[in-house]
């Protein structure tokens, strides 16, 4: 049973063969040709696997500014980290984070299929994490191994298509079609910029991040990746000199001269967000028409919901600007802690860039340039300040040195464990009956105008 569940896990924690699959089923109830369903089964696991090589040089060149941050300006606290905190949990709740992530998506399968949240998510790494959240805050509330899995399980399915849902209404913005969601556990701060950045467009729309006009003798920084390269090149010099050159070419370089080291760190982050670029591009071309045998055949009129990257195409210029004021508002946040003389939550580099570029995005499309920095700003205050609060719901695991970054892990994390608090086991269970119940309200309620939907989005596709 162990073996079983080892290889399920190392099949379904792999977002590429997650997709791939998905891609291999949807070709082939097309009856797509053997060539084709070969090609784009093929093409979509190396575009998903472009992407993470791609993020995996960000992350890489992003461990040593944190490191110099925290050096340079003597920050000392917990730093958000899902890795770090996942492997905390997996010590004691391993088995039961498995066993919800694999039977969650079964339940997210059954919600797409027989609600109008129609999100089948497809990030299989961070749902994993989520899995692990939920398999703590279960059981420090005192469940057994059977009740952690069966409740985890369902809440983690309701999470698996409310979290895309929240985000949806912007991804139609960005894409400028419904094809395709955002399945990522920073959708809640995500999508909360997006609705502020709305709120606060004013009269006159800002423009676009992307229109921006340069100069003629400034043109060269029309190029995302020059643009990336030389801003990052600056914020990074700017803690170097605050960390110095002995600790830098002590500790982070190996004795490469300092200011080299940065250079060529900033540029390995250009180069890491273009091999994104470029993995989302290939993904994008294949999942999309593969995804739409699944939506036709198991499960009706369905959306992947895939990791944030996939949307960095469409606004590149606010992946850095969402990144660079995601960070500012951290760092506002971490300070507000300082002056109330709370646990200080250290600005987590990568969540930054990950959920801040794709506030920086979405705020974007919501309110143009304003809104991307509002929403980028609203986001980093929330991913800085959730975490904090969380740490008393994890239990032991809250005292470490480590907790989980993105909003959704706050959100969903203190409404279980907020029912904890006000009613134990039995309030948990009953507002996790009522989330699925009022899913299917919603469902029915809404049916008639879905249907009305569903029939002209076909006329307009026979037309």
Known sequence: MDAVLDVLLDIFTQPSIIVALIALVGLAVQQK?????????????????????????????????????????NVQGVVPNNEAIVAQVLIDYGSAAALIFFFGMIINIV????????????????????????????????FSQWQVILWGSIAQGIYMVV??????????????????????????????????????????????TEEMNFPKGLSFLRDTTVIVALSMAVIYIIVGLFAGPTYIEGELSGGTNFIVFLIMQAATF???????????????AEIVPAFKGVSERLVKNSKPALDVPIIFTFAPNAVLIGFLVSFAGGIVGMLGM????????????????MTGAAAGVIGNAAGGRRGAVIASFVN????????????????????????????????FGLILGGLSEAGGQIAIIVGI?????????IT??????????????EKESVA
């Open 338 to 353: 300082v002056a109330l003389g709370t646990t200080i939550v250290i600005p987590g580099v990568v969540a930054h860039f």
């Open 163 to 208: 979290s895309p849902a929240l985000v949806q209404p912007f991804m139609r913005r960005v894409t400028g079609g419904d094809t395709v969601a955002l399945g990522h556990t920073g959708g809640a701060g995500i999508a909360f910029g997006g609705l502020i950045a709305w709120l606060t467009r004013g009269k006159g729309n800002s423009k676009s």
């Open 444 to 457: 029915f309620a809404t049916r008639g105008r879905m249907a009305k939907k569903a029939a002209d989005a």
């Open 111 to 142: 919600l797409a299929a027989t609600t109008r949240f129609k999100y089948v998510y497809l990030s299989g790494h961070v749902s994993f994490y989520i899995a692990a959240m939920f398999a703590v805050i279960l059981g420090v509330a005192g």
């Open 270 to 284: 250009s180069g890491g967000v273009f091999i994104i670029l470029a993995g989302v591009r290939v993904i994008l």
């Open 380 to 411: 980093g205050l929330a991913i800085t300040i959730l975490p904090l609060l969380l740490l008393p719901v994890l239990g032991d695991i809250g005292l470490s040195n480590a907790t989980f970054s993105d909003a959704d892990y706050g959100v």
């Open 33 to 73: 040709s053997f060539s084709d369903v070969l090609k784009g089964t093929i093409r979509t696991m190396v575009g998903f696997l472009v992407l993470s090589a791609g993020a995996g040089v960000v992350v890489g060149s992003l461990d040593p500014f944190g490191e110099m941050f925290q050096y340079a300006f």
């Open 433 to 441: 009956v009522v989330s699925v119940v009022t899913l299917y309200v």
